[in-house]
């Protein structure tokens, strides 16, 4: 049971150059989310799906898209990468977002994407 | 905004200390969670914990929802214990989760 698969682990870009981080999981679950992790920032939600065929923006989600592919697929674009895009990327999943049934929120980390951006 | 403040920031142990983690929210909580991230960046759900105490191990926790707080207790700390605790939960009406600093601990042998 893999969880949930985010690739690439790392990633060196120049200024104004695009990529796509990759996410999928295999729990069935309907929510996904996209995390920035900086020094001391702590975690920041930069783009969330509830469930499928829906995306909604977190704290952070200028320079950034997203697209719900579908129900195990959650990408994380970045259309024209600057160096304050600099950070680790983490991919996360829930079976449901909010205040659903007990526990139904919990979340499933993937193992991060490294991205430097020069 | 709602605050969720971790405490302490940082903290140094011995093999084989006991350690108190504090997380404190400034509004009413639900659903809080525990996580932790080791030292190579995987982060994993400890204890999904609204209210009461529950015990895995080493590890246990008691979050008291009335008093917007929660704690996580480490015994018999080891060194692969080491690594940054984060607490989370949904905070009022807010159905996204509400995100702690985290607390960084080094576990010496």
């Known amino acids: 049971n893999a969880g949930v698969t985010q690739t690439p682990k790392f990633q060196v870009l120049k200024t104004g150059q695009s990529m796509t981080l990759q996410c999928a999981q295999d729990?069935?679950?309907?929510?996904m989310y996209w995390y920035r992790q900086d020094p001391g920032m702590g975690l920041r939600l930069i783009y969330y799906?509830?469930?499928?065929?829906?995306?909604d923006k977190g704290e952070v989600p200028n320079g950034y898209n997203v697209s719900r592919l579908n129900k195990r697929e959650f990408s994380l674009r970045l259309e024209s990468a600057a160096p304050s895009q600099t950070s680790v990327y983490f991919c996360?999943?829930?079976?449901?977002?909010?205040?659903?049934?007990?526990?139904?929120?919990?979340?499933?980390f993937g193992a991060g994407s490294r991205l430097t951006v020069l | 905004g709602i605050q969720v403040e971790q405490s302490p920031p940082d903290l140094i142990l011995q093999e084989g200390a006991n350690s108190t983690l504090r997380c404190n929210f400034s509004?009413?909580?639900?659903?809080l969670q525990w996580f932790h991230q080791n030292p190579w960046g995987q982060l994993i759900n400890l204890f999904y914990?609204?209210?009461?105490?529950k015990q895995n191990g080493r590890l246990s926790a008691t979050t008291v929802a009335t008093e917007r707080y929660s704690l996580l207790y480490i015994s018999s700390s080891q060194t692969t214990d080491s690594g940054v605790y984060f607490c989370?939960?949904?905070?009022?009406?807010?159905?996204?989760?509400?995100w702690g600093l985290g607390t960084s601990l080094a576990v010496n042998p």
């Open positions: 914990i609204p209210s009461g105490t």
């Open positions: 989370a939960g949904n905070a009022g009406n807010n159905r996204k989760l509400i």
């Open positions: 996360a999943s829930s079976e449901m977002l909010g205040q659903a049934r007990s526990g139904a929120n919990v979340l499933t």
């Open positions: 799906s509830a469930s499928e065929g829906t995306t």
């Open positions: 509004d009413s909580v639900n659903n």
């Open positions: 729990m069935n679950h309907n929510s």
